[in-house]
């Protein structure tokens, strides 16, 4: 019996930033910040970004296929971690907490959404 595997582009490349978030992220302990240009960056700093961008993906793929409730949260996400990211990268504390505030009303929206359906 031959099983073959079908994977759709948009799942796999929101899977793999997301992977490679994570990876960054545990890294840290063990690798010194990377050059970015004339920064050094930490990779918990890079992770933050690539999951922002995992987050911003998947509301692109979820929207694709019609699933309106998962885009809302992957693109409330996105918008929430990136405010969250900025905030202390560019010692913005007003974009830290505008970003708590996106991520608790948008949790707060997507809770009331699922308990009408």
């Known amino acids: 019996m031959t ?3 079908d994977f759709e582009p948009g799942p796999v490349a929101v899977g793999t930033l997301v992977g490679l978030s994570g990876l960054l992220f545990l890294l840290t302990p063990v690798v ?5 240009g004339s920064l050094r960056v930490s990779t918990v700093a ?4 690539v999951l922002t961008l995992g987050f911003t993906l998947g509301t ?6 019609g699933r309106r409730l998962f885009a809302i ?17 560019l010692g913005r ?25």
């Open 93 to 117: 504390e007003a974009l830290l907490l505008a970003g708590v505030i996106v991520l608790v009303a948008g949790a707060g929206f997507l809770v009331s959404q699922s308990r009408e359906r």
């Open 73 to 89: 949260a992957h693109g409330v996400f996105a918008v929430a971690w990136a405010l969250l990211v900025l905030g202390p990268l």
């Open 60 to 65: 692109v793929v979820f929207a694709r296929r």
């Open 46 to 49: 890079l992770s933050a970004v």
């Open 32 to 36: 010194e910040p990377v050059a970015v």
């Open 3 to 5: 099983t073959t595997l």
